[in-house]
């Protein structure tokens, strides 16, 4: 009965207490003690939903992980939108990514970011984990294409998660 | 108004319009499902990011304060468009979707 009423995430629970705070507008009694309730309610109903408490120790680095992938969203979107106008065909193909990340989690960022990044889809992940299918829209070469994924994204991700 | 940020804010309009038209022409003119999916759920990103980086500019400069909802709103936006493209690819496999011919691999089924 008591871990009802506990912060099962506390992350989790800050961040949606902030969120609404700036959602609505400004900040007075009411939007307290709706955050409140928000925080609390959401994690208790979301919990058998998260695998485990993730181990994310090193969050300084998210910051320009953020900045980079952020420029390579404007970058690859100049070759996106110049590859659609261009009469030349694109070059599909599904790429099978070998994964060394292992936390849930981490997988997570990284196909969100693949996604995110243009030209790059993912698509599946393999039900050990191991394997993510990558759809790239105009890929020369998949080794070039695990390459830089390995060095650009998942590097980064390994040293933030372990 | 401030010229200089509504030039800003003319240009900003100006690439989100035309990273938006790319994507919508790129649904229409891209062979298949799977390369389709590049086309909105790409050159959008930017477009969007562009149209709200100028909202953000505008009401900043009206005086009523800086937008965060518009940052919430590329926040979110960031969050759920990968899930998005996630299951229509996913559920492209299940249907077993046809792939043009000069596409390399294969999606695989399990």
Known sequence: ?162 | MNPYAEYAICLLLLIGGAFTLVGAIGLARLPDFFTRLHGPTKATTVGVGAIVISSVIYFSTLGQGIGIEEILITAFLFMTAPVSANFLAKAAMHLKVKTTENSRGQPWDQ
């Not at chain 1, 507008?25 to 109903?45: E, F, H, K, T």
């Not at chain 1, 030349?88 to 990284?110: K, S």
């Not at chain 1, 020369?140 to 590097?155: F, L, N």
Request: contains cysteine.
């Open chain 1, 1 to 162: 009965m008591l871990d009802r009423l506990s912060f099962p995430q506390p992350w989790l629970s800050l961040t949606l207490f902030i969120t609404w705070q700036f959602l609505s507008d400004g900040v007075s009694g009411g939007s307290v003690v709706l955050g409140i309730i928000l925080a609390w309610g959401i994690p208790q109903m979301t919990q058998g939903f998260w695998p485990d408490p993730p181990a994310f120790i090193k969050a300084w680095r998210m910051p320009a992980y953020l900045a980079r992938v952020i420029r390579d969203i404007v970058v690859a979107s100049f070759e996106v939108a110049r590859l659609i106008l261009s009469p030349r065909p694109a070059r599909p193909a599904f790429i099978c990514y070998p994964l060394e990340l292992e936390h849930p989690l981490a997988i997570t960022i990284l196909a969100s970011t693949i996604s995110l990044t243009p030209g790059t889809v993912s698509a599946d992940v393999s039900d050990d984990n191991k394997l993510l299918l990558i759809h790239a829209l105009d890929a020369e070469d998949d080794q070039e294409v695990i390459d830089t994924i390995r060095a650009r994204y998942e590097k980064p991700l390994l040293e933030m998660f372990q």
